[in-house]
């Protein structure tokens, strides 16, 4: 999610869910993570990004959900397909073609009964690319860091912590200009979930939130372009970036990854 720049979380308190507001999240987690796997399952050089798009849409309407992307904002498309030096929000074209050594980060999100659900994966087309394999890798590795501070009661800041913690001995860079969010019946809830550290500890988690962790990762420098079709984000130096994002529920213990049923590192 876009902030500093131009925020979008919504003006609204931090909402802790209901039971029944859980379990509709559950299923639209679900939905979302078997959209992911038919995508993923699908990804061949040749295909367009467009057509990425197409099948997203269509998955995610078989479903009886809404594609939450299409239209937010103005956003043209279900899917957003980032290849290589593009972060996120990678505008699907029919003149885009996935070749084999890409880095194709595909991010997806629904509303199943009036419930969001929100996420992302990075694949290296062919795994042919070792130094792109090991960003997708460090990418999903450093969600899981994050996300393993985010119990009930520790401090929101403490997921950037652990994030920073992972990702600075590496070499990456951390994406600064785009952040997690809270997630619900919008998209966008507070709070706002950096994936770097803090100078504040921010709000204290509770059980019953949930949140979209999203680390965004460079493989040289954390800075980032925005091109002029007001979307696509892409790396200063124009080396690669990997994305990775689930939405979570926080629990007493280890959060529940909604959009990963199982909570399986697919
Ligand atoms: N995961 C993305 C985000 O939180 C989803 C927004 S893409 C948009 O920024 F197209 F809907 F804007
Ligand atoms: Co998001």
Not at 9 to 17: F, G, L, R, S
Request: aromatic share 6%; with cysteine; charged share 25%.
């Amino acid at each position: 999610m876009r902030c500093l720049r131009r925020c979008w979380v919504k003006k609204m308190p931090v909402t802790i869910k209901t039971e029944h507001e859980i379990e509709l999240m559950r299923v639209a987690g679900r939905y979302l993570a078997e959209v992911h796997e038919e995508l993923a399952a699908a990804l061949k050089p040749g295909m367009t990004t467009k057509d990425i798009d197409r099948l997203g849409e269509k998955l995610i309407r078989k479903r009886g959900c809404i594609p939450s992307f299409l239209g937010y904002s103005g956003y043209p498309a279900s899917i957003c397909v980032s290849l290589n030096e593009e972060v996120v929000h990678g505008i699907p074209s029919d003149k885009r073609f996935i070749q084999e050594g890409d880095l194709v980060s595909l991010d997806a999100g629904l509303i199943y009964k009036g419930f969001q659900s929100d996420a992302a994966r990075s694949y290296v087309i062919g795994n042919c690319d070792e130094a792109k394999m090991k960003l997708v890798e460090a990418t999903k590795e450093a969600f899981f860091r994050g996300i393993a501070a985010a119990t009930d009661g520790a401090h929101l800041h403490d997921i950037g912590a652990a994030i920073s913690d992972y990702i600075e001995p590496l070499g990456y860079g951390i994406v600064e200009d785009l952040v997690g969010h809270g997630i619900g019946r919008e998209m966008h809830e507070p709070p706002e979930v950096p994936n770097f550290r803090q100078r504040s500890r921010g709000i204290r988690l509770r059980k019953g939130m949930t949140i979209a962790v999203e680390p965004m990762i460079n493989m040289g420098t954390w800075q980032v372009d925005f091109l002029d079709d007001g979307w696509t984000t892409l790396t200063a130096d124009r080396k690669p970036s990997a994305h990775y994002e689930n939405t979570i529920l926080i629990t007493d213990g280890a959060p529940e990854i909604l959009s990963l049923p199982g909570g399986r590192r697919s």
